[in-house]
């Protein structure tokens, strides 16, 4: 696919690839869209799992450029709207001071201003 053009690689999903392999084995040629589970981890986690598992794909898959956080697939009815903003929260922490009516699920102050 690669030899055909293909440059960005959708629907990237974390329980089907070994992330790690995949972004070594082919991050010079692909960018990677998803790895953020729509199966696992939005529906069932908890905003702070989402915010946890966003940081580290955003670590282990943006190394040389080459990543865009996204849900795997289109986001199911039932993720919960805190999980969502989590994701968002590491992908752009600023949006914490910018918004912060839909960061109130956030603990204590100092969860506000973690940055991954």
């Given amino acids: 696919m690669i030899d055909a053009g293909l440059d960005v690689y959708q ?4 329980e089907i690839y070994n992330v790690q392999r995949i972004k070594k084995e082919y991050g010079n040629h692909l ?3 998803g790895g953020i589970s729509t199966q696992r981890l939005l529906p069932i986690g908890t905003p702070q799992q989402v915010y946890d598992e966003s940081c580290r794909m ?5 190394e040389n450029g080459g990543y865009i ?7 199911p009815g039932d993720v919960p709207p805190e999980n ?8 752009n922490p600023t949006l914490t001071s910018i918004y912060p009516q839909y960061f109130e699920f ?6 506000k201003e973690k940055v991954c």
């Fill in 31 to 33: 960018t990677f869209w």
């Fill in 84 to 91: 969502i903003m989590a994701m968002l929260k590491a992908a």
């Fill in 106 to 111: 956030l603990k204590n102050e100092s969860d």
């Fill in 11 to 14: 629907t990237f999903q974390p």
């Fill in 69 to 75: 956080l996204a849900p795997t697939h289109a986001v």
């Fill in 58 to 62: 955003i670590e282990l898959m943006s």
